[in-house]
């Protein structure tokens, strides 16, 4: 994945996006809508779909090939959408459910909010600045503690933010690796921000999670072009 710097961008729109509440207020949303600890406990035998509309049907989640939802862990309403998905064959305990992928845990998440004026990527710098930061952290913690997160990296790539990220916390589930992944961009004038997990028992490489991330992502831009 080539990387981008994060440079300045129009001040006009990130002034506007940040005194509206800006990154805190779209985290802060999202923090409610994920609670992703509990949301890993078991996918197995959870029956699932390859894709899921929410948002009143502004918004279609779809994975890579060989994940399905678990609409069982999913939520949606007038705040915004929660999407878990994992495996085809993890949740129907079945090898022929779908092709053979890395055991990642992807997440969904769709909140209303896009900026009005420009592109999403006209805000990344602001973004980026934010996450790095005390309340930053604090909003991508699962508990809420911004000691338990670091920002390992923060990369720009077209109208996509990928941001790799360490948090310690511990969850209520079962364990996920510290390290993953998450894509902020925005889709039919939403906020859609996308993760890759693994469980600490099948681990996977920081590689893998972001090819899984990319290829979510591409399906994700795809379906709702």
């Given at each position: 994945?080539?990387?981008?710097p994060?440079?300045?961008?129009?001040?006009?729109?990130?002034?506007?996006?940040?005194?509206?509440?800006?990154?805190?207020?779209?985290w802060?949303a999202?923090?409610?809508?994920?609670t992703?600890?509990?949301?890993?406990?078991?996918?197995?035998?959870?029956a699932?779909?390859?894709?899921?509309?929410?948002?009143?049907?502004?918004?279609?989640?779809a994975?890579?090939?060989?994940?399905?939802?678990?609409?069982?862990?999913?939520?949606?309403?007038?705040?915004?959408?929660?999407?878990?998905?994992?495996?085809?064959?993890a949740?129907?305990?079945?090898?022929?459910?779908?092709?053979?992928?890395?055991?990642?845990i992807?997440t969904?998440?769709v909140?209303?909010?896009?900026?009005?004026e420009?592109?999403?990527?006209?805000?990344?710098?602001?973004?980026?600045?934010?996450?790095?930061s005390?309340?930053?952290?604090?909003?991508?913690?699962r508990n809420?503690?911004?000691?338990?997160v670091e920002?390992?990296?923060?990369?720009?790539?077209?109208?996509?933010?990928?941001?790799?990220?360490?948090?310690?916390?511990?969850s209520?589930?079962?364990?996920?690796?510290?390290?993953?992944?998450?894509?902020?961009?925005?889709?039919?004038?939403?906020?859609v921000t996308?993760?890759?997990?693994?469980?600490?028992?099948?681990?996977?490489t920081s590689?893998?999670?972001?090819?899984v991330?990319?290829?979510?992502?591409?399906r994700m831009?795809a379906?709702?072009?």
């Amino acid at each position: 994945m080539a990387r981008s710097p994060i440079r300045g961008a129009n001040p006009n729109v990130m002034s506007i996006w940040i005194s509206s509440g800006g990154p805190l207020r779209i985290w802060t949303a999202l923090a409610l809508l994920s609670t992703l600890p509990g949301c890993t406990a078991d996918m197995a035998g959870v029956a699932g779909s390859r894709a899921l509309s929410v948002s009143g049907g502004a918004v279609t989640v779809a994975g890579p090939a060989g994940y399905c939802v678990d609409k069982g862990a999913s939520k949606d309403g007038s705040a915004g959408a929660f999407v878990l998905l994992g495996t085809c064959a993890a949740m129907t305990r079945s090898t022929g459910a779908g092709p053979t992928v890395a055991p990642a845990i992807l997440t969904a998440s769709v909140i209303p909010g896009a900026p009005d004026e420009g592109p999403l990527s006209a805000v990344f710098p602001s973004t980026a600045r934010f996450f790095r930061s005390a309340p930053g952290r604090k909003a991508l913690s699962r508990n809420g503690r911004p000691e338990n997160v670091e920002v390992a990296d923060v990369i720009s790539k077209g109208e996509v933010l990928y941001i790799r990220l360490r948090d310690t916390s511990e969850s209520a589930g079962q364990s996920v690796e510290p390290e993953y992944w998450r894509a902020i961009l925005s889709l039919r004038g939403r906020i859609v921000t996308l993760s890759a997990l693994a469980l600490r028992d099948r681990p996977l490489t920081s590689s893998a999670k972001r090819k899984v991330l990319e290829a979510f992502v591409a399906r994700m831009q795809a379906t709702n072009t």
